[in-house]
């Protein structure tokens, strides 16, 4: 029988099943062994034997996300708040990244649109080439406008602490999330644990909220090849005077013609410059 991980519980993984039952399963010795770890969101096939669920194998992967450890995830909605927490473009820049480096697509959702912003975010990102949406979560029917983007995926929630992810999932899912997290980050300590777990969405497909993990891994991306992660560079990169062009300080580089015109966001470009010099420094470190 197929399914898919969604949580574990100290040594137990919770397998769906395509008839909606969730089977408490082992994984096999065998899986140790080989150095196979089964993670949330993996598809796997599992047989059922006295009642207990045992994982026999681990289908092929999309696409892994390594902190939080999750499998196959499809979509990440990189939720930003119109105001309070005031919008940080970097740290969203870093969390397109992230995405884009594992393969997965980056959505962009500007909540609490209830409230004034102060710059043009929805422009920025509809221009650098991004899905973006603008909702409310204060507002239910509002916040649904999200459902079609991510129906039938998997999807995970990312952000700042405060901008509203508990808030939407809680309406997407249809079951009420802890919000205010602010509060709660505080109190945490033995006794509040980082669980990741998928929940269902109404209409199909499953979200993953992502509290306590402010951003995912870049440290892996090569200085020379962060300009592959941006996409409103690509048709961009064999046109710049120098071949490899690292569009930071060459002439003729086709990539500042295009942020001195407006065609690239000054913002998106900043990021870049940033990421690319952490990249480096990372890169001569580990060379030293
Ligand atoms: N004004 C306004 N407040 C919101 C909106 N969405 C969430 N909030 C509030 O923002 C705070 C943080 O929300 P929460 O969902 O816990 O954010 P999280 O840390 O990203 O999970 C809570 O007090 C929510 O009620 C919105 O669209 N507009
Ligand atoms: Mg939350
Ligand atoms: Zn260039």
Known sequence: ?????????????????????????????????ENLKPYIGDEVEISIENKTGNIE??????????????????????????????PDTLFCDKLILSAEFAGIEPLI???????????????????????????????EDDAKK?????????????GFSGVGKSTLLGILTGKKQ???????????GRH?????????????????DTPGF???????IKADEL?????????????????????????DCAVKTAVESGEISKSRYESYKTFYETLKKVKDWENK
Do not use: W
């Open 1 to 33: 029988m197929k399914g898919k991980i969604i949580k574990g519980i100290g040594g137990f993984y919770y397998v769906k099943t395509p008839d909606g039952d969730v089977v408490e399963c082992k994984a096999r010795g065998i899986f140790r062994k």
């Open 57 to 86: 194998k681990i289908l092929p992967r999309r696409t892994m996300l390594l902190r939080p450890a999750v499998a196959n995830i499809d979509a990440v909605v990189i939720v930003i708040a119109a105001k309070d927490p005031e």
């Open 109 to 139: 959702c500007i909540n609490k649109s209830d409230l004034k912003m102060d710059t043009n975010l929805l422009e920025t990102y509809e221009k650098a080439g991004y899905k973006t949406l603008l909702v409310s979560a204060k507002n």
């Open 146 to 158: 999200l459902l079609p983007v991510i129906k039938g995926k998997t999807s995970a929630f990312a």
């Open 178 to 188: 802890e919000t205010g997290e602010v509060s709660k980050k505080i109190k945490r």
């Open 192 to 208: 509040t644990t980082r669980r990741v777990e998928l929940l269902e969405l109404t209409c199909g497909g499953y979200v993953l």
């Open 214 to 220: 402010s951003s995912f891994e870049i440290s892996g």
């Open 227 to 251: 300009k592959n992660y941006f996409s409103e560079m690509q048709e961009l990169n064999e046109m710049c005077r120098f071949k490899g062009c690292s569009h930071i300080n060459e002439p």
